[in-house]
Nanobody, 129 residues
């Protein structure tokens, strides 16, 4: 059973930083794996924030244009923990952030568009002005 457990959310003032973590377990080592961060703000649809391919294929990593240059997605050496470093946070970045994992056979962009098999429970990020 694949499990994704997020942590690191919280409340921060505008201009501050947070680092989210996602611990993945149960994913087969011999299967292609894409992992990424998505978010859902109140009243809005879920959107892709940043995604990567474990083996750096398909233009990995990719970022939403609104976060490029401020957010960084990376994985640890074991490639079982995913991180999202978020800098210069703004109130519009407030949302529930979800970790996701998928074989992404259809490509990294389709994964960025939200086509994912496995999802975490989410962690709340709140940015005050």
């Amino acid at each position: 059973v694949v499990q994704l457990v997020e942590s690191g959310g919280g409340s921060v003032q505008a201009g501050g930083s947070l680092r989210l973590s996602c611990a993945a377990s149960g994913y087969p080592d011999n299967r292609r794996k894409c992992m990424g961060w998505f978010r859902r703000a109140p009243g809005k649809e879920r959107e892709g924030v940043a995604v990567l391919d474990r083996d750096d294929r398909d233009g990995s990593p990719r970022y939403a244009s609104s976060v490029e240059g401020r957010f960084t997605i990376f994985q640890d050496n074991s490639k079982n923990t995913l991180y999202l470093e978020m800098n210069t946070l703004q109130p519009e970045n407030s949302a529930i952030y979800y970790c996701a994992a998928d074989p992404c056979w259809a490509g990294l962009q389709r994964f960025m568009d939200g086509e994912s098999t496995f999802w975490g429970q989410g962690t709340q990020v709140s940015v005050s002005s």
